[in-house]
């Protein structure tokens, strides 16, 4: 199993979190990449810890089981497992959602996935799943997440569910109130890759750098983007692959589809941010 390891590993860096990306039930993965990690060391996961994997159950409890030392933002397919389990969304083809919802442990796993946070600001890094809209600054990307997580973490949280679907309002404006709101929120934390200067995001083109269409651009070349002042981890995007800057750590490295499982510290200064790596089999075909 092939380890990068792009910078030593010094005494002072040995408490910082490592970011990991998107796990998707791949928990062989997981184990190993754990094997290459200082035992102790605070871990951050940029969400989608299941599905598409072959063992979404046990990527789920071995996150859970770390609670004290990880903790993970909600992705894209971790509120689809939560919608699912709600009954209010049907399961996918591609799901491999099955052992968890049929586990003995299935609601006390479910209440603490609820109970996770869209974004999670650190020192300087803000962690979400895929992006921030380029008019939000750090501040309120948490203020805003946290109306969402309110609605999570309440009574009728199926009910929130399932009105949280789909692709309109497809931009931010102040003057947006109750489920429009927190689906522009929703989207943008957990589905962003492309948008305009204007933060118009764009749902379809799943594809890498340069396949945007005309009037779109990822979302953290945004010029002016208001959370340039932070580093940004980030998962989601598996084909536009590892992504290092000083504002910028996107770790989604294609586990489930055959690529690496990436961990990288969160290191004040970018030229600490280690990197580690561990190769994964392929289980899903991106072209099936």
């Not at 754990?34 to 072959?54: I, K, M, Q, T």
């Not at 536009?240 to 990436?262: F, I, N, Q, Y």
Request: net charge negative; aromatic share 6%; proline share 5%.
């Amino acid at each position: 199993m092939f380890v990068n390891r792009l910078h030593s590993e010094s005494e002072s860096e040995s408490e910082s979190p490592f970011a990991i990306g998107d796990l998707q039930g791949c928990s062989p993965s997981l184990r190993d990449l754990l094997g290459h990690l200082p035992s102790e060391a605070p871990l951050r996961f940029v969400g989608d810890v299941v599905n598409r994997g072959p063992a979404s159950m046990e990527t789920l409890r071995t996150v859970h089981a770390m609670r004290i030392r990880a903790e993970t933002v909600l992705g894209n397919h971790d509120i689809h497992l939560l919608a699912v389990a709600a009954g209010v969304r049907k399961r996918g083809k591609s799901d491999t959602l099955d052992d968890i919802l049929a586990a003995s442990d299935c609601e006390e796993l479910l209440t603490w996935l609820r109970h996770r946070p869209l974004a999670l600001k650190e020192n300087n890094f803000l962690l979400v799943h895929a992006g921030v809209l380029p008019q939000w600054t750090a501040t309120q990307v948490i203020d805003l997440a946290q109306e969402v997580e309110a609605q999570l973490q309440g009574p009728n949280w199926q009910g929130f569910l399932a009105d949280i679907f789909g692709n309109t309002p497809d931009r931010w404006h102040d003057g947006l109130r109750g489920i429009e709101r927190h689906r522009v929120v929703v989207n943008a934390l957990t589905r962003l890759r492309y948008c305009t200067v204007d933060g118009v995001m764009d749902f379809k083109t799943k594809e890498g750098l340069g396949k945007a269409r005309d009037g779109f651009m990822p979302w953290f070349d945004v010029p002016g983007r208001r959370t340039g002042d932070v580093t940004v981890a980030c998962g989601h995007w598996s084909t536009l692959g590892l992504v290092m800057r000083p504002d910028l750590m996107a770790l989604d490295t294609g586990c489930v589809w055959g690529g690496k499982l990436t961990a990288a510290r969160m290191a004040a200064d970018p030229a600490e941010r280690t990197v580690v790596q561990v190769d994964c089999p392929q289980y899903c075909d991106p072209l099936a």
